[in-house]
């Protein structure tokens, strides 16, 4: 089982990406969310633990998870309404956010007791590390199972509007490294956190992986050469989603291998794996909102 811990919210996209007033379409959200359910669509055996409201959206959310065959086992409810986001398109699809958080469900996430005996893999990020009380939970599971020997997968899906102190999340950032074992990164991210590769794969990972838009993926590692891939062309709807397909496709393929195998990985693997990642990321950009792909559609 992989464990996807994070936020389930409600993304409002507009249908037209040049009317600022264009009516706004709600569509399933949040980078973990759509990762679990990205996960399970590939076969994989996916979990998702956060807390979720029990308002209309917040059923709406959970009703998918089941459709999708996400273990929903370990999601807590509450009262507190379902977390907003709403976007704003540019000419290329690409989404910014306008986040409405206050006194949401997922602020008030516990850490869960001991996760299930089939656990293999965790997965962490986004919104859900920056909000309090809920981010230092979701820090103290990741810190936790990674002590146990998980694999673990961060992915902080920077939204710098969340974030009230830059300085200070750019320093918690650096103490969650020596408890990962795979960081992925958009390039984006990276230059807000004012983080080179180098200094990431000192601090703890195995690997991290670069995604860079249109330029394609690119993996780093500690005991071997650099890897890259061009992006799968695509007729962009909007690329909502596309990063947490990439997280799908990269846990359900590396978190089953031991870690000796995972640390000697020659690069036609991680050429064929970062190919895969980045032709269901570019089926997820040719759907509206975070629709990822199927296995049989890869």
């Not at 180098?198 to 890897?227: D, I, K, M, Q, S």
């Amino acid at each position: 089982m992989i464990v996807i811990a994070g936020e389930a919210l409600i993304d409002l996209v507009p249908e037209t990406a040049s009317d600022a007033l264009a009516p706004l379409r709600p569509a399933r959200g949040g980078g973990p969310y759509n990762t679990a359910v990205a996960l399970a669509r590939l076969g994989g055996e996916s979990a998702f633990c956060s807390r979720i409201s029990t308002d209309e959206f917040g059923e709406a959310l959970l009703a998918h998870l089941r459709a999708e065959g996400v273990d929903v086992t370990l999601v807590q409810r509450g009262p507190e309404p379902t977390p907003l986001a709403v976007a704003a398109l540019d000419g290329a699809g690409s989404a910014t956010y306008t986040f409405y958080t206050q006194g949401t469900a997922d602020r008030l996430f516990t850490a869960p007791g001991a996760l299930p005996p089939t656990t293999r893999a965790l997965a962490v990020g986004t919104c859900s590390l920056v909000l309090e009380p809920g981010a230092s939970a979701y820090e103290a599971l990741l810190r936790r199972e990674a002590s146990r020997g998980t694999f673990t997968l961060l992915d902080p899906n920077v939204r710098p509007p969340l974030i009230e102190d830059p300085a200070a999340y750019r320093a918690r950032f650096l103490t969650w490294l020596p408890h990962v074992t795979l960081l992925k990164l958009s390039e984006e991210d990276a230059n807000w956190l004012e983080v080179d590769i180098a200094t990431c794969l000192e601090r703890g990972p195995e690997a991290v992986v670069l995604t860079r838009g249109a330029r394609g993926l690119t993996v780093y590692t500690a005991n071997g050469p650099e890897v890259s891939v061009p992006a799968t062309p695509a007729k962009i709807a909007d690329t909502i989603g596309a990063g947490d397909t990439v997280n799908a496709v990269l846990l359900h393929a590396l978190s089953p291998l031991p870690p000796e195998e995972r640390a000697t990985l020659p690069p036609e693997t991680w050429h064929a794996l970062l190919t895969r990642a980045a032709e269901a990321a570019a089926i997820t950009c040719s759907r509206p909102g975070a629709q990822p792909p199927y296995a049989h559609e890869l």
